[in-house]
């Protein structure tokens, strides 16, 4: 079969490589859509490497050739032994992130018993720590990992349930977090969020601005900061109230002045850019709720982070989208952001701005055009099933 493969920083090769067999409990994929992430980007740059050895060490690419590819939706070809309730044919997306469920294990570890499987002892993730992603023909992953479509949804749309599934995560751990202030249910009006900052308004940030207003059902002020302007276009066409230019001024001033000087209850950096940490302390109040959710901020003098100290936040870090079960073993938090899609609740189609039909144009891709003006979202579609 065809596939992708990183070989080097910054090169990938389309080379042919053998099918995945199809192991007990396990099922084939004959891939269709997959999306291109910042994740993928940093990984192809040299940014990061997440394949290691048992000492924490990277492995390089050179010694361990990597097929990218984590955002898939795929059509079942093949089901292997033991596999109950799919068949082939079904249409379905993948959550990469393997756990106990998804090998079967009479004994789950402590994370997964208490449903915080994306940090299971035995983690690893299809197309990030060295397993093979979907940027491929074809693809094998436990059955457990998949989630059958149940609507006559686009395949591009469909990939982009997971990351809609990260930011569902990211939102539940805030809302678990010991902070003083709260989306909903606070004791107090003045304990409840009532101005917050989105920064960055790329696939995470609008999906964020999206499950705000749509899901969360949050009526207060919503504040976007993003230099592109196609973005900003976008983020108001969400539900932002009012686009910020950080690149047109003082932003930490701007948002001050929007809400009554003291800065936003609530900050969702989304943008991955190191330089937003040194603005953080301009942009928050005193003892607000800070989501680090973008990655690869490269090159950044963490002493930036002396400033947001000091304003004692509540600092909320998740990392990826798994986070429990359904009783029949499916990923919850998956199947939830699929649902939100399939129902509409959710929008994705708007801001798919690339859509590639060949494996010989992610090099490109990732080389070149996620930099470009008009970017927004790649995902690369190999069957229209």
């Known amino acids: 079969m065809k596939a992708c493969v990183l070989c080097d920083i910054a090169r990938i090769e389309v080379r042919d490589v053998p099918r995945p067999l199809v192991p007990q409990g ?38 361990h050739p990597q097929i990218l590819g984590h955002e898939i939706s795929g059509q079942i070809e093949q ?16 959550d990469q992130g393997l756990n106990c469920v998804s090998a079967r294990r009479e004994k789950l570890c402590e994370y997964c018993r208490s449903g915080d499987s994306h940090q299971c002892d035995f983690y690893g993730e299809h197309g990030i720590t060295g397993l093979q992603g979907g940027l491929a023909e074809f693809i094998a992953v436990p059955a457990s990992n998949v989630v059958r479509l149940t609507a006559a949804l686009d395949m591009a749309e469909a990939a982009l349930a997971e990351p809609l599934g990260c930011v569902v995560h990211s939102s539940e751990a805030v809302a678990r977090a010991h902070a003083r202030y709260a989306i909903h249910g606070a004791a107090a009006e003045e304990r409840r969020v009532r101005h917050v900052l989105i920064c960055g308004a790329g696939p995470a940030g609008l999906l964020f601005l999206q499950y705000l207003r749509r899901v969360l059902g949050y009526d207060g002020l919503l504040l976007v900061s993003e230099p592109n302007e196609i973005k900003r276009k976008l983020a108001l066409h969400f539900g932002a109230d009012q686009v910020l230019d950080p690149s047109g001024g003082d932003l930490g001033q701007a948002v001050r002045e929007r809400t009554g000087g003291k800065g936003v209850e609530y900050l969702i950096e989304a943008s991955g850019q190191g330089r937003v940490f040194a603005s953080i302390p301009t942009l928050i109040r005193k003892q607000a709720t800070v989501l680090v959710y973008g990655h690869g901020h490269a090159g950044v003098d963490l002493s930036v982070l002396n400033g947001v100290m000091f304003k004692e936040p509540a600092l909320v870090t998740p990392v990826g989208a798994s986070g429990g079960f359904e009783p029949d073993g499916r990923p919850s938090v998956y199947t939830r952001a699929l649902r939100l899609i399939e129902n509409g609740e959710i929008e994705v189609a708007s801001f798919i701005t690339h859509r590639y039909t060949s494996l010989d144009a992610v090099q490109g891709a990732l080389a ?16 229209r099933r």
């Open 79 to 94: 089901v292997g032994n033991e596999v109950r309730g799919l068949n082939p044919g079904d249409r379905v997306v993948v």
């Open 26 to 63: 396990h099922v084939l994929l004959r891939v269709c859509a997959v999306g291109i992430c910042g994740t993928d980007a940093h990984i192809f740059a040299g940014h990061a490497n997440y394949h290691t050895d048992e000492r924490g060490r990277s492995i390089p690419f050179t010694t």
């Open 368 to 383: 070149g055009d996620m930099h470009a003006t008009g970017y927004v979202k790649g995902v690369v579609v190999l069957q």
